[in-house]
Antibody, heavy 119, light 110 residues
Framework: QVQLVESGGVVVQPGWSLSLSCAASAFTFSSYVMHWVRQAPGKGLEWVAVILYDGSTQYYAHSVKGRFTISRDNSKNTLYLQMNSLRDEDTAVYYC????????????WGQGTLVTVSS | QSALTQPASVSGSPGQSITISCTGTSSDVGSYNRVSWYQQHAGKAPKLMIYEGTKRPSGVSNRFSGSKSGNTASLTISGLQTDDEADYHCCSYAGSSTWVFGGGTKLTVL
């Protein structure tokens, strides 16, 4: 059973940094493209970032580019999201999601971790 | 990267059919056959229901179907059941390794 488990969500103040993790199991993590998608309270989903299966390339939404960094450790089956200079509008549940390379859709999602940015 | 446009809410009675629209632009929905739909029950993670505009993953009921015309994609649910009550999100590949979602539609089964 494919499993994605996010962790690291907490309450932080504007301007702070935070790192999220997503632990993957029951599939060959190193063969899949991985994404972060977020959902602000009461709002729709927003795509955040993607990283290729080997970690060689990353792409970001305009709203987070230059502040967030997506990375992965295939030896640990773990995806990361480093978030710097956090803003109120970054408050959201952050989901990691799996994409079979080249399919352009998200076939498995984690349960999400809540990040609250508030002074 | 403007969000795709979905109706905020739709409703239907058990057994009826409903359709949710998802309108993008010629840069996303209109350019790629890469629209996907996700069902999200309250407090839960999204679940893939339709991919590549019209295809159903294994295990998804054939009551769910997708279509696309120009810059607008649609999700139709036939034979509504109470368990279909959820939020539905469309998503399109938008080129340059970016994706765009709609604002989500709340389906109420009366």
């Amino acid at each position: 059973q494919v499993q994605l488990v996010e962790s690291g969500g907490v309450v932080v103040q504007p301007g702070w940094s935070l790192s999220l993790s997503c632990a993957a199991s029951a599939f060959t993590f190193s063969s899949y493209v991985m994404h972060w998608v977020r959902q602000a309270p009461g709002k729709g989903l927003e795509w955040v970032a993607v990283i290729l299966y080997d970690g060689s390339t990353q792409y970001y939404a305009h709203s987070v580019k230059g502040r967030f960094t997506i990375s992965r450790d295939n030896s640990k089956n773990t995806l990361y999201l480093q978030m710097n200079s956090l803003r109120d509008e970054d408050t959201a549940v952050y989901y990691c999601a799996r994409e079979t390379t080249g399919t352009y859709y998200f076939d498995y999602w984690g349960q999400g971790t809540l990040v609250t940015v508030s002074s | 990267q403007s969000a795709l446009t979905q109706p905020a809410s739709v409703s239907g009675s058990p057994g009826q059919s409903i359709t949710i629209s998802c309108t993008g632009t010629s840069s996303d929905v209109g350019s790629y056959n890469r629209v996907s739909w996700y069902q999200q029950h309250a407090g839960k993670a999204p679940k893939l229901m339709i991919y590549e505009g019209t295809k159903r993953p294994s295990g998804v009921s054939n009551r769910f179907s997708g279509s696309k015309s120009g810059n607008t994609a649609s999700l139709t649910i036939s034979g509504l059941q109470t368990d279909d009550e959820a939020d539905y999100h469309c998503c399109s590949y938008a080129g340059s390794s970016t994706w765009v979602f709609g604002g989500g539609t709340k389906l109420t089964v009366l």
